[in-house]
């Protein structure tokens, strides 16, 4: 199993502002994704973190807004860029690990944002 | 577009009650079915089943898949107020890229009372 940290926990932000949030993996692993829970609602995929590439966007989803980082195998980050109230939402780190499948995935213990 | 529902939504139940939860699914090239439970912000993996008709138990929780129906159920048995959370199901496919990706259900909130 691999064990995934995120970093901030949560935070408060302004409208307009940008947040990064790190992902860290205790191990190296060849898939990371990026999901978002909007409150009451179930997890939605914002895109795969590739490394040394660009990432993959789901549909709705574009780089302008959650550029995303994987310069490494172990760790990725993302930013939600030009805040606004409807961002407020868990944003989850998570790692696969199967070379192509998502077999057991784990994630990481999320970074509560508020956007006032 | 690849769909996966849950049912109920919200479950309310007395400790040492059963439960059985559901989730139903329809995607192209399916590949596994997969049950966490969400408590606080990160979902724990709970099962992973790729065949029909074999029952995964882990103490005193099961699951078993129907990929005929389309379905799985998780049951647990003998609940205590630490089962309460929200059960969340995902269906593992092949996407039009060629990578597998993950849809989760809305999952099902599990309320345990003393």
């Known amino acids: 199993s691999a064990v995934i940290s995120q970093k901030p926990s949560r935070d408060i932000c302004q409208r307009g502002t940008s947040l990064t949030i790190q992902c860290q993996v205790d191990?190296?692993?060849?898939?990371m994704f990026w999901y978002r829970q909007q409150p009451g609602q179930s997890l939605t995929l914002i895109a795969t973190?590739?490394?040394?590439?660009?990432?993959?966007?789901e549909s709705g989803f574009v780089i302008d807004k959650f550029p995303i980082s994987r310069p490494n195998l172990t760790f990725s980050t993302l930013t939600v860029s030009n805040m606004s109230p409807e961002d407020s939402s868990i944003y989850l780190c998570?790692?696969?690990?199967?070379?192509?499948?998502?077999?057991?995935?784990?994630f990481g213990p999320g970074t509560r944002l508020t956007v006032l | 577009e690849d769909k996966v529902v849950q049912s109920p939504l919200s479950l309310v139940v007395h400790e040492g009650d059963t439960v059985t939860l559901n989730c139903s699914y329809e995607?192209?090239?399916?590949?596994?079915l997969l049950w966490y439970k969400q408590e606080k912000k990160a979902p724990t993996f709970l099962f992973m089943l790729?065949?029909?008709?074999i029952e995964k138990k882990s103490g005193r929780l099961s699951s078993i898949l129907d990929k005929k129906e389309l379905f799985s159920i998780l049951n647990i048995t003998a609940t205590q107020t630490g089962d309460s959370a929200v059960y969340l199901c995902?269906?593992?496919?092949?996407?039009?890229?060629?990578?597998?990706?993950?849809?989760f259900g809305k999952g099902t909130k599990l309320s345990v009372i003393p």
């Open positions: 998570s790692a696969g690990s199967g070379r192509a499948s998502h077999n057991e995935q784990f």
């Open positions: 191990s190296q692993v060849t898939m």
């Open positions: 973190a590739n490394q040394g590439s660009e990432a993959t966007y």
């Open positions: 995607v192209t090239n399916f590949r596994s």
């Open positions: 790729t065949s029909s008709g």
């Open positions: 995902a269906v593992e496919a092949r996407d039009g890229a060629g990578s597998y990706q993950l849809t």
